[in-house]
């Protein structure tokens, strides 16, 4: 799916069409994006946390239209993540290429706890052609943000990091040892403690600071609406003009729904060192003369699941156990329930989309039954967060009658133990699910509603959510479908549940370069 962005310009007494790239570059959340070109093509990566497929690799030929092509991790055996928490799984990706096959270093965290002494653990997987991956080799040094240099004057590779000077005193720094690709070894370092950027001669140093640093800082101005800038990586075009590419958030009053969104900065160098941005901070109304046109909105969004399987966008919460969906002969994808729930740090049988605009509408209609459901068996469209953060509207079996209740839950900052999600319910005078059924989440930049509807008639509104009840952790809002028995296994011969089509419908988004009160 191509991912684009609004580029219209509205002046006093006439509408400009400007030829530039706006930001973001690609949009929901998709923090810690790590750009390499390969002769005329873009490749960007980006952290994935707790989401299976992980670590979602986009392309584009022009800057401006990223498609996202593939998945590192698209096998549950290579980096599995059980139990892991929110803001835990899989971070910090990048991409190098070298002497044709792509390598993508990443790194797990699974239950890093610096007291009780287990530390990230970097990896690395590979692939010739982007769609078949290795099984990881893991690297001898912990820490977070590798990267890989392949020095072309040797053809000695090298790891650098994020790391600790040792596990007891814990000073964090920059590293970098010379690694063999094979066995993940270390071997003959030189290590140098840096932040921002510096450059050497050699990759054996010494290593000097530059003077522009820091390359980029929105921080300084909380009022700007792109805060959270960081974790810039640099690319050159074919024609020799150079740019990054770096995380940041599009604030709405104090949140930022979406999350950190991969943005893009131009880059010039003078004296051997590199200016972002001219050394300013980044402003929404700022295009870079760098493109063709985006568009934003585009057009309204539809997945009738009638292909042979999930498409690309779609997400599981960790690493599944089992399988947990099928698509239906004829489109459509059933869910096939388990115990869990969106609260559980496990995998419920629910698949999510990144949220992509705080202007939009998330529908979905669900596939009729046969049957009717328990009282603990529901199905749903969820706006999540993260286990401890999401609200649902959906179906389940009413607790005092044969009839389906149609039931909100609301999740803030919990679960924990005793702790039950707020819920309502209303009965519908339904014995079954019907084939019109549709649930909806509409986001508006300081809002949030639950509601539902039949056939073409108006959403009637069940709830409103603030905002703060979604905080953006290190990862943003997805929009997801579900089903569960809530602890209890979904009977045998209970209802086949699922969803027929899900389609979103954008809005125009109205960002300012300093955040509106
Ligand atoms: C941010 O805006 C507020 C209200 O307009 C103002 O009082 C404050 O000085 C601004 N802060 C900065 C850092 O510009
Ligand atoms: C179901 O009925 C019981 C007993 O009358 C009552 O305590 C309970 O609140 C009812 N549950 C709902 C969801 O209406
Ligand atoms: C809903 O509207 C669409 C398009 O306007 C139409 O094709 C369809 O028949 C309508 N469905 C119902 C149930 O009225
Ligand atoms: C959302 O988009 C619609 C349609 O483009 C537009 O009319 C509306 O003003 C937008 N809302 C906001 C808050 O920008």
């Not at 684009?4 to 994006?33: E, M, Q």
């Not at 698949?351 to 992509?356: G, N, P």
């Not at 328990?374 to 509207?393: K, L, M, R």
Request: proline share 8%; charged share 20%.
């Amino acid at each position: 799916m191509i991912l684009s962005t609004i580029v219209t310009v509205v002046c006093a007494a006439f509408t400009l069409k400007v030829s530039a790239l706006k930001n973001p570059l690609i949009r929901g959340w998709n923090p810690d994006p790590h750009v390499l070109r390969v002769e005329d093509t873009y490749y960007i990566a980006v952290s994935s946390f707790n989401v299976y497929p992980g670590i979602p690799i986009y392309k584009s030929k022009n800057l401006a239209d990223w498609e996202l092509v593939s998945h590192a991790i698209n096998r549950p055996n290579q980096v599995p993540l059980y139990s892991s928490r929110k803001d835990f799984g899989i971070w910090a990706p990048s991409l190098t290429y070298i002497d044709g096959t792509f390598y993508m270093t990443s790194m797990s965290m699974w239950g890093s706890d610096a007291i009780a002494r287990t530390w990230p653990r970097i990896f690395w997987i590979t692939s010739k052609d982007l769609k078949t991956w290795s099984d990881p080799i893991w690297a001898d040094p912990y820490g977070i943000d590798p990267h890989f240099f392949h020095d072309p004057a040797t053809s000695k590779d090298y790891l650098t990091i994020m790391g600790l000077n040792n596990g007891y005193d814990q000073a964090w720094g920059i590293s970098q040892c010379q690694v063999d690709l094979e066995s993940g070894k270390c071997g003959g370092t030189g290590v140098t403690h840096r932040a921002s950027i510096a450059r050497s001669k050699s990759p054996e140093g010494p290593w000097e600071s530059s003077p522009t640093n820091p390359l980029v800082f929105n921080g300084a101005n909380t009022n700007l609406t792109i805060g959270n800038t960081g974790h810039a990586t640099f690319s050159d075009t074919p024609d020799g003009k150079w740019f990054a590419t770096l995380l940041a958030k599009r604030y709405v009053g104090k949140h930022s729904p979406l999350g950190r969104e991969t943005f893009f900065a131009p880059v010039t160098w003078k004296d051997g060192w590199p200016t972002m941005n001219g050394g300013k901070p980044l402003l929404m109304s700022q295009s870079f003369n760098f493109t063709p046109d985006q568009t934003w909105p585009p057009p309204p969004f539809e997945d009738t699941f009638s292909g042979p399987d999930l498409a690309t966008y779609w997400y599981q919460l960790r690493t599944p156990y089992t399988k947990n969906y099928r698509l239906a002969k004829g489109g459509g994808v059933v869910l096939i329930p388990n115990v869990f729930t969106l609260s559980d740090r496990d995998t419920p049988a629910a698949i999510l989309r990144k949220q992509l605009s705080v202007n939009m509408t998330f529908t979905a209609t669900l596939l009729r039954t046969h049957k009717s459901l328990n009282e603990w068996e529901s199905i749903g469209i969820s706006a999540y967060q993260s286990e401890s953060n999401h609200q649902e509207v959906g179906l389940r079996g009413c607790a005092n009658s044969t009839s389906l209740c149609l039931f909100t839950a609301s999740t803030i900052n919990g679960p924990g133990p005793g702790v039950r999600p707020d819920t309502a319910e209303t009965p519908l005078n339904l014995p079954t699910i019907p084939k019109d059924f549709q649930l909806h989440i509409r986001s508006e930049p300081k809002l949030y509603k639950l509601g539902f509807s039949r056939g073409n008639t108006t959403v009637t509104w069940v709830k409103e959510i603030k905002p703060d009840a979604l905080p953006s952790g290190f990862d943003g809002a997805m929009f997801g479908l579900f089903a569960s028995g809530n602890s209890l296994p979904w009977e045998w011969d209970g209802a086949e549940v699922g969803f027929r089509k899900v389609r979103e419908v954008y809005g125009e988004e109205r960002y300012d370069d300093y955040i509106r009160s």
